[in-house]
């Protein structure tokens, strides 16, 4: 099983939840584990700020992973009550910056899930 695989499947309650299409990128690929959970985790924390949320800025000295991550816009989403569009940028030693933009709305369940178009 790979790691990410697992890391989806197995994680907590808290964490956001169908996040598969913005982990696929060669840069998040090449994080750690602990990388790939640190992150979540402090993206998680991101989207649940006070409104307007600080930009991130996440790294791991010790393996080069990194990111940056800001809420650039509230979307109203069909069938949602709380959205957040959020512009990411994460990078490895390996891997350049790659950026992408999407959008997480909060469930009923209070979990985060990206919606559709993402």
Known sequence: MSLLFALLILAPVASPSDWGPLLNSKAITDFS????????????AMLDA???A????????QTGAGARAEVVGQPQVEGFDDCRRVRTTVHTRKYRAETRT???CR????????????
Request: aromatic share 10%; glycine share 8%; proline share 11%.
């Open 102 to 104: 999407w959008t997480a």
């Open 107 to 118: 469930g009923t369940d209070g979990e985060w899930r990206l919606t559709k178009g993402t």
């Open 33 to 44: 584990e602990e990388d790939l959970s640190n992150y979540l985790a402090a993206l998680t």
């Open 54 to 61: 600080a930009p991130l800025e996440w790294s791991n000295p």
């Open 50 to 52: 006070p409104h307007p």
